[in-house]
């Protein structure tokens, strides 16, 4: 009779316990890495919502870069990846965007899936998260030179719709450096 009442003592406290137990990291989106753009207003929140006008977002070129680029062997975010750029060949950026953001939440340190998304919200004239998702993708990207050249375009066009043709040259220097 002692020893039942010990086990089930036990067991109540094994369940007590796993109620308490921590998140799971895999649930969670990481937060961004780095700082801001240097050409971001001193007081942050100016323009945070704000769009720009860009002229035609099809008109600006990015590299192609492959599923195969995003040396992932994840059957998900590749296809995640396929819908996401018919999706925005479509114009359905709100597709495209939202579905990126789940091979985010799947695969957070993705250098391609972040660049992928900065390329909507630049298209869908969210210029300054744009270019803190670019800069994400950059942090991400280490030696991957084509995907690094591509933000840097990216945050070029950026810096020259939000009208700061300084910002638009460093960018497009960088970009020469990687090449």
Known sequence: ????????????????????????MHNQVPAPVGQGHPSSSASGDEGA?????????????????????????????L?????ARQARQEGRLDVAAS????AVRIEPRNPVVWHELAWVRF??????????LAEKSNLLAEQN?????????????????LGNPVGAERAREQASNLQ
């Open 79 to 83: 296809a995640l990846l396929d819908t």
């Open 1 to 24: 009779m002692h020893v039942r009442l010990k086990l089930i003592w036990l067991l109540g406290l094994v369940v007590v316990l796993s109620g308490c137990a921590g998140v799971s």
């Open 49 to 77: 919502s704000q769009t720009y006008p860009i002229g035609d977002p099809n008109e600006y070129q990015q590299f192609d870069i492959s599923p195969s680029a995003s040396s992932t062997g994840n059957a998900a975010i």
């Open 99 to 102: 579905t990126l953001e789940r």
């Open 145 to 161: 030179t084509r995907i690094r050249v591509s933000n840097w375009l990216l945050i070029s066009e950026c810096e020259e719709a």
């Open 123 to 132: 298209q869908q004239k969210q210029v300054r998260l744009a270019v803190s």
